[in-house]
């Protein structure tokens, strides 16, 4: 009689623990969340890039799976609750699901992350022309001989499909006439010369104790050994020019610039166009 007693009471003190612990972890998360707007750049932004962005686009205005939720007045005129009830319950005979797996405050983090999304859509006033800025990025500024944009492009530099995404027209302008003179990890410059005379010079893309690997303008990997090299030596000068500013003339940054914070939308647009065409 006395171990059926203990029996049950300790399933019942497991249940009550499993009950607490439940509540404590969820309490956790919720103030994880809740940090989101104290502390982080943009409320919502990890929960929206992890469950909405891979449809939506990082900036929310769509892409090939999902339409543009940024710049829709329909979703706009959405009260909070609507917009909740979307994103917990889905919409029946469409692509989007429910996402049951999010707590109330994770999806009032998702909401308002939506709002600033919204806002910064209406604010990101162009300061120039975007297909003008696409010509020069492709042309005049030589900017694609590093970068690509949605596929076309060079592959030294960084990937700048949706780097002006989320930016100002400032922030973006000053990336291109400020350049960082400290190359960032992953983008610095080397010049190999090989015992054998021959002399190559390209993006240091892997390095260890015993050989080091080089992606050069054409896109092509090239590998060495270290024993087989007579130097290897990091060049200082900065990938990115740093004289924008004379080769180009005010209305013409505003255009590169304009490119950039719109290209992502522009490249859907225009799939399949040659760089450059309008």
Same mark, same amino acid.
């Given at each position: 009689?006395?171990?059926?007693?203990?029996?049950?009471?300790?399933?019942?003190?497991?249940?009550?623990?499993?009950?607490?612990?439940?509540?404590?972890?969820?309490?956790? +998360?919720?103030? =994880?969340? &809740?940090?989101?707007?104290?502390?982080?750049? #943009?409320? *919502? !932004?990890?929960? %929206?890039?992890?469950?909405?962005?891979?449809?939506?686009?990082?900036?929310?205005?769509?892409?090939?799976?999902?339409?543009?939720?940024?710049?829709?007045?329909?979703?706009?005129?959405?009260?909070?609750?609507?917009?909740?009830?979307?994103?917990?319950?889905?919409?029946?005979?469409?692509?989007?699901?429910?996402?049951?797996?999010?707590?109330?405050?994770?999806?009032?983090?998702?909401?308002?992350?939506?709002?600033?999304? +919204?806002?910064? =859509?209406? &604010?990101?006033?162009?300061?120039?022309?975007? #297909?003008? *800025? !696409?010509?020069? %990025?492709?042309?005049?500024?030589?900017?694609?001989?590093?970068?690509?944009?949605?596929?076309?492009?060079?592959?030294?530099?960084?990937?700048?499909?949706?780097?002006?995404?989320?930016?100002?027209?400032?922030?973006?302008?000053?990336?291109?006439?400020?350049?960082?003179?400290?190359?960032?990890?992953?983008?610095?410059?080397?010049?190999?010369?090989?015992?054998?005379?021959?002399?190559?010079?390209?993006?240091?893309?892997?390095?260890?104790?015993?050989?080091?690997?080089?992606?050069?303008?054409?896109? #092509?990997?090239?590998?060495?050994?270290?024993?087989?090299?007579?130097?290897?030596?990091?060049?200082?000068?900065?990938?990115?020019?740093?004289?924008?500013?004379?080769?180009?003339?005010?209305?013409?940054?505003?255009?590169?610039?304009?490119?950039?914070?719109?290209?992502?939308?522009?490249?859907?647009?225009?799939?399949?166009?040659?760089?450059?065409?309008?």
């Amino acid at each position: 009689m006395l171990r059926t007693r203990t029996h049950h009471l300790l399933i019942a003190l497991s249940l009550a623990l499993g009950v607490m612990w439940h509540a404590i972890a969820y309490a956790q +998360q919720d103030d =994880l969340l &809740e940090d989101d707007f104290k502390n982080g750049p #943009a409320p *919502g !932004k990890r929960t %929206f890039t992890s469950t909405c962005a891979g449809c939506h686009g990082l900036d929310g205005r769509g892409g090939e799976r999902a339409p543009n939720i940024a710049g829709s007045a329909r979703v706009k005129h959405l009260s909070d609750t609507q917009i909740s009830g979307i994103i917990s319950n889905g919409i029946a005979g469409t692509g989007m699901p429910a996402f049951h797996s999010l707590n109330p405050a994770q999806v009032r983090a998702v909401v308002s992350y939506l709002h600033l999304l +919204q806002g910064k =859509l209406a &604010e990101r006033a162009l300061p120039g022309n975007e #297909a003008a *800025g !696409k010509k020069i %990025f492709f042309g005049k500024a030589e900017c694609s001989s590093c970068h690509m944009i949605s596929g076309v492009g060079g592959f030294l530099g960084p990937d700048l499909s949706v780097y002006g995404a989320e930016l100002s027209a400032k922030a973006v302008l000053n990336a291109i006439i400020k350049p960082r003179k400290i190359s960032q990890s992953g983008y610095r410059l080397a010049a190999v010369y090989t015992r054998d005379g021959s002399h190559m010079e390209g993006m240091v893309r892997n390095e260890d104790n015993f050989s080091v690997q080089l992606q050069s303008r054409d896109g #092509a990997f090239h590998f060495f050994e270290k024993a087989d090299l007579v130097s290897l030596e990091y060049l200082d000068q900065p990938l990115m020019p740093s004289d924008y500013t004379k080769q180009l003339s005010a209305s013409e940054l505003n255009d590169l610039v304009s490119y950039l914070m719109s290209a992502t939308t522009s490249s859907k647009a225009s799939t399949g166009s040659k760089p450059g065409a309008q």
